[in-house]
């Protein structure tokens, strides 16, 4: 089946640790973006990009890297300067490199530093 | 940078009423789409917008983009059960930057 893969679910880590979010696709979309949900919040955009090797920042960049050395993969670390990073990460795609067509989400990788 | 804004917050209704939410963008946009999230889950797009004026039905759903291409609405005819969730609306951000920038979203809770 076709679609998007986010690992772990669910993400315990202590304050201070680096953690990877992992996403993967298989949908053959040239785009792929994270953002962020706090509770009873909107979605807020960390990074994301357009083609291979090439990403961009969004409105809450800091305290978070990302890669794409692969058009299925594009993942997200959660550095220790990110002040508050407890969340939910989701992680999307959408064909084409333009401003339309519908993103498809992840079902979301839910990280708690303790 | 651009926003966009949404309300209500959250609406509680009895099965059978309407529902109606509103969004708006401090930036005139290209398109606008409708995303619903059920408790605990993700995002899943309903609907893009492009035109001025444009009104699009999907059953008991009617999505109205604004003339001025700055407001949008959601009506839900009938609420049942299975609307429960939280309705985004998401707009293009900033141009030269091809991402969405979504609302805060309206939480809609229907009473059987």
């Known amino acids: 089946d076709g679609g998007i893969t986010q690992s772990p679910k669910y993400l315990f880590r202590k304050e201070g640790q680096n953690v990877t979010l992992s996403c993967e696709q298989n949908l053959n979309h040239d785009a792929m973006y994270w953002y962020r949900q706090d509770p009873g919040q909107g979605l807020r955009l960390i990074y994301y990009s357009q083609i291979v090797n090439d990403f961009q920042k969004g409105d809450i960049a800091e305290g978070y890297s990302v890669s794409r050395e692969k058009k299925e993969s594009f993942p997200l670390t959660v550095t220790s300067a990110q002040k508050n990073p407890t969340a939910f990460y989701l992680c999307?795609?959408?064909?084409?490199?333009?401003?339309?067509?519908?993103?498809?989400f992840g079902e979301g990788s839910r990280l708690t530093v303790l | 940078g651009q926003q966009v804004m949404q309300i209500p917050q959250y609406q509680h209704v009895q099965e059978g009423e309407d529902f109606t939410t509103y969004c708006n963008s401090s930036t005139t946009l290209s398109n606008i789409q409708w995303y619903k999230q059920r408790p605990g889950g993700h995002p899943v797009f309903l609907i893009q917008?492009?035109?001025?004026?444009e009104v699009k039905k999907q059953k008991r759903l009617t999505f109205q983009f604004g003339e001025a291409k700055k407001n949008s609405s959601l009506h839900i005819t009938a609420t049942q059960t299975t609307d429960v969730g939280t309705y985004f609306c998401?707009?293009?951000?900033?141009?030269?930057?091809?991402?969405?920038?979504f609302g805060s979203g309206t939480r809609l809770q229907v009473q059987p």
């Open positions: 999307a795609s959408r064909v084409g490199q333009g401003d339309t067509g519908e993103l498809f």
């Open positions: 998401a707009g293009p951000t900033a141009a030269g930057r091809r991402a969405l920038t």
């Open positions: 917008l492009v035109k001025s004026g």
